[in-house]
């Protein structure tokens, strides 16, 4: 979560390619990329170490800081910086803890776009594979051309991968920022503010017969665990969307391993 200045313009240089039938449905995952690699603290303070940041530290007003507690501890980099600035605003532990959940309820929220975002870009890819295979099948392509064009298509499916790998990596990043804050305001441990979701494992739907967009597997929802707080929300988001970007991208390598075996 360093400094980001030449992000957009890289990020769309990088992952937006009119030439990709399947551009359009690119475009979301990039904004999220863009959202999600923004700093948490205004003024680019990242990767600095912060120490020292107890009660009396955490606000310019020392009965403010006495509010928060002297047991908050101490934090490094982003954390701490991060912390310090909604400490600096808060008037006490309550609304402190309102305005760090405040933050994860927008990242939760940008997850469910990119998750949604992200079904539409793998059943794009879907299709492809099906369309080709199907004209591979019936003559219309030779194999030369099909060859080619499968190519092409993994090569997309790779660069969609590493545009996931970022959004993701970002979102676990700042979600550790917000559940290790909350943690300090407290006292406890990160683990106590993560409950459940930090030792959930979503599970995968079996993939459906057939192929195309249709056929992908998608996560269960029944052991989904309940979120009470926001920061529990985005952890859970964030795993499911991992579990089952891994999951669609397996069944979309086996579609495409299976194109020229028509």
Known sequence: LANQGCTTSKARATYIDSADVCSQHREPLVESQEYFARNLVAGGIGGAVIGGIAGALLSKNRAKGALIGAGVGALAGVAGAYLKSKADQAKDKK????????DAGKDNFQLN?????LNRLN????????RLKADFKAGRVKEPEARKRLADIRAAMAKDADLVGEVL???????????????KVDDVDRSIV????????????????????????????KPRPKANTAIQAAEIKRKEVKAEFEAQQQALDDDARDVLFA
Do not use: M, W
Not at 95 to 102: D, G, K
Not at 169 to 183: F, K, L, P, T
Not at 194 to 220: C, D, I
């Open 123 to 130: 059943g794009c890819r879907a299709d492809q594979l099906a």
């Open 95 to 102: 609304e402190l803890r309102a305005a760090i959940n405040t």
């Open 169 to 183: 990596d970002d979102a676990e990043e700042r979600n550790h920022v917000y559940a290790d804050s909350a943690a």
């Open 113 to 117: 776009k990119f998750s949604d975002a």
């Open 194 to 221: 993560l409950a459940k979701a930090e030792a959930y494992q979503p599970k995968v739907n079996r993939r459906p017969s057939g192929g195309g967009a249709k056929s992908l597997p998608r996560v269960q929802a």
